[in-house]
């Protein structure tokens, strides 16, 4: 596509400005990898700032054209922040009313975020996690049927058709025949699922690696431990041709680097793909001297922003 | 003694419990007592600076960062709450 008229797209709703993101190429951080391209797909460029305005898109316009979500039903998920920031965003775009459930300890950037956009929240036991969020959802839900339009976006096929549709197919019309790995980490494992089964198609062989946290209490928030996990119903074990751990301050610190010698200012989930993607490209440059590897950043860094320590009384 | 809430990840370490119970005047005590009955949890909580840097320990709604880290000190009936990051969804 010609840059420029890319560049100056006119666009009739906040909605179109979802996908068609940038892939950058990661010269510094990939050094140990000389011969091997690395590149990111800039997800942080969508609107509500993070890869989540794909499915929380693409799961409300399935559920609108089949009639399960409508004006006088409220949407209600449970998230840990992007998705909710996503489905306000279309909600307000579309004129949907939103209620999202979270952990008490999600920043508290994401609670005025969301809120922002006229999003109410509901908020669960910081102890039990997402899992926590999950089931106070179920619960809600149960007793209100009628009244709440529930995404449930660990089960919803529309997550990873955002990703098969969307992200997989955009990366093949960037790279075509270029491409030989893919590495994403696993949340819903949506970006994961989709992304692979479209980059599985391709003719030739694209090696695709689900990233993992390393361990059960870990700090990379987005990401999820399967093992010690309510597994989502989208994940199909057996799709990624592997499955890498990352260590949460391998992840931590590869977040630091990206803002320090790339530009890229991203949030932890961000720093582990890249930190697994380097894995993926010092292997390829030893066993095949050279490819190209494709993985993901998420949303920014600031989302993540701490309260200051001089901030004592702060709730998150 | 003092309880310490035990996060849903951990709790394979503690026979699915979700409070357990032990001794110590500061919260370094409390974990070294608590790594007697559930081998492997100071692991979890601990690298050779302190406090794991994603690791959050809380005395009743005070985050020990605030406090006196791990030399914040601790009396019978207190409650230290081992909070864990946000597992979402990519």
Not at chain 1, 99 to 121: C, H, S, W, Y
Not at chain 2, 45 to 68: H, P, Q, S, T
Request: net charge neutral; aromatic share 6%.
């Amino acid at each position: 596509m010609n840059r420029n008229l890319f560049r100056s797209r006119r666009l009739s709703s906040i909605l179109d400005a979802v996908g068609n993101t940038p892939l950058v190429r990661l010269e510094r951080v990939a050094r140990s990898a000389p011969g091997v391209e690395v590149y990111v797909k800039l997800e942080f460029c969508n609107p509500g700032g993070s890869v989540k305005d794909r499915p929380a898109k693409r799961m409300m316009l399935d559920a609108i054209e089949d009639g399960r979500l409508t004006k006088d039903k409220i949407l209600i998920d449970s998230t840990s922040g992007n998705t909710g920031v996503a489905y306000s965003l279309v909600g307000a775009a579309l004129g949907y009313r939103v209620a999202l459930v979270m952990p008490k300890n999600v920043t508290k950037a994401r609670k005025d975020i969301t809120q922002a956009f006229g999003t109410e929240l509901i908020f669960s036991d910081p102890m039990e996690g997402s899992d926590g969020a999950i089931r106070l959802v179920r619960k809600i839900v149960d007793e209100n049927p009628d009244k709440y339009f529930y995404p449930d976006q660990y089960s919803n096929p529309s997550n990873p058709a955002a990703h098969y549709h969307g992200t997989g197919q955009e990366i093949l019309d960037a790279l075509g025949d270029r491409i030989t790995h893919f590495v994403t980490g696993l949340g819903t494992s949506g970006t994961a699922m989709g992304t692979t089964r479209r980059l599985h198609e391709h003719s030739r062989k694209i090696y695709c690696v689900a990233a993992e946290p390393l361990e059960a209490l870990h700090g990379l928030e987005g990401l999820k431990h399967m093992p010690s996990s309510i597994v989502p119903p989208i994940y199909d074990k057996d799709l990624p041709d592997e499955i890498l751990s990352v260590p949460t301050e391998a992840g931590w610190d590869m977040s630091d680097r990206l803002a320090a010698e790339e530009g890229l200012h991203v949030g932890h989930s961000t720093g582990a793909n890249v930190w697994a993607a380097v894995k993926l490209a010092e292997r390829a440059q030893k066993e095949q001297g050279g490819g190209c590897v494709v993985t993901i950043a998420c949303d920014r860094g600031d989302r993540y922003f701490a309260p200051m320590k001089w901030e004592k009384r702060y709730t998150w | 003694m003092v309880t310490i809430r035990i996060p849903t990840p951990l709790r394979t370490l503690t026979g699915g419990e979700e409070q357990v119970k032990a001794p110590g005047e500061t919260v370094r005590a409390v974990i070294d007592a608590l790594e007697k009955n559930h081998p492997g949890i100071k692991d979890r909580l601990l690298d050779e600076k302190g406090v794991r840097r994603f690791v959050n320990l809380y005395l009743g709604d005070e985050d020990i960062r605030f406090l006196d880290g791990l030399d914040t000190k601790v009396k019978s009936g207190d409650e230290i709450s081992i909070v864990p990051a946000i597992a979402g969804g990519a």
